[in-house]
């Protein structure tokens, strides 16, 4: 069975370039999530949907951010303008119904390098 | 508020040893869930276990085995005969009910890097 795919797996963008991450949740799984990592604060979640709609972006860090889940089997999460500090690997997750019970599967991420 | 602490940073073993890697918990909620991730040196995060807070049960998967004890609210987890494949940053994690509803957020912990040596 395919897993979670995210896209591209790396991107190197200069300051102040939109860019966009793309993620494929596995079929069936209605949540999605996104999260970064960095060395400094670790697995940090941005934002998650269920069915389709965001039900939680607290975790977004800025109005720079925007994430959108157009359709079941697809998601973006956007960066607009970029900075250097935006630099991480962005994971995308899925899960079956409630999360609290099953868990989240996890794409192969997406290395973010802003120059 | 959730909190999961592994206060192991960094562990190096060499292979065949046997290696905990220690998680400790903070949750107000009485249900709640327990994971833990592998991420490898390729970046992909890897689920290994989930286990509820009604089950204290410990479990074995192959090499792995997990110990979980509400007394002292940790969830720690043994790789037995350790091989250089095992390595990789380990990360435990907490979800907790939320208050009855749907979907507990996952606070996961900073992550533990074991090394196993040849």
Redesign the interface.
Same mark, same amino acid.
């Given at each position: 069975d395919a897993g979670v795919i995210q896209s591209p797996r790396h991107e190197v963008t200069e300051m102040g370039q939109e860019v966009t991450l793309r993620c494929k949740p596995i079929s069936g799984h209605d949540y999605l999530f996104w999260y970064r990592q960095t060395m400094m604060r670790g697995l940090e979640l941005l934002i998650y949907f269920n069915n389709n709609v965001p039900i939680d972006d607290s975790g977004m860090p800025e109005d720079r951010f925007s994430a959108k889940m157009p359709n079941a089997s697809f998601s973006t999460l956007k960066i607009q303008p970029s900075e250097p500090r935006d630099s991480a690997v962005y994971f995308c997750a899925s899960s079956l119904t409630a999360p609290s019970n099953q868990p989240q599967h996890f794409g192969d991420g997406t290395r973010l390098s802003i120059l | 508020a959730q909190k999961v602490t592994q206060a192991q940073t960094e562990i190096s073993v060499v292979e065949k040893e046997d290696v905990t890697l220690d998680c400790v918990y903070e949750t107000r909620d009485t249900t709640?869930?327990l994971?833990w991730?592998k991420q490898p040196p %390729?970046?992909? +995060?890897? *689920?290994l276990i989930?286990r509820?807070s009604f089950d204290e049960q410990n479990e074995i998967s192959g090499r792995y085995s997990w110990n979980f004890q509400k007394s002292t609210s940790s969830f720690n987890f043994t790789i037995t005969a350790s091989q250089v494949v095992d390595s990789a940053v380990y *990360?435990c994690a907490l %979800?907790?009910?939320?208050g009855g509803t %749907?979907?507990?957020? +996952?606070t996961?912990?900073?992550?533990t890097i074991l090394t196993v040596h040849p």
């Open positions: - | 709640y869930y994971f991730y %390729s970046g992909e +995060l890897v *689920f989930r509820n *990360f %979800s907790d009910n939320a %749907s979907y507990g957020k +996952l996961f912990g900073q992550g």
